[in-house]
């Protein structure tokens, strides 16, 4: 039996400037293979991220967020 390994990845993101930018976060990451849950705070600019670490990387998730035309780094908190 496998158990699932999740981890909580908090990342802070620069250039939000519409809530739209939330639902075209959470829909780029929320696609990524090992992610089970995302949430994005518009105004404090902050992206919650469940996920298994053997399966989706940290840098993996910058990159999705990249994608979606925003920079993102991990949370010092």
Do not use: N, W
Request: proline letters at 3%; hydrophobic letters at 45%.
């Amino acid at each position: 039996m496998t158990t699932l390994t999740a981890t909580h990845t908090i990342l802070r993101a620069d250039g939000f400037s519409c809530p739209s930018c939330v639902a075209k976060i959470e829909k780029l990451i929320g696609r990524l293979h090992g992610v089970t849950g995302v949430q994005v705070f518009f105004a404090s600019a902050r992206i919650e991220i469940d996920h298994d670490p053997a399966v989706v990387s940290t840098d993996a998730l910058i990159t999705a967020v990249g994608k979606a035309g925003y920079t993102a780094r991990l949370a010092a908190f």
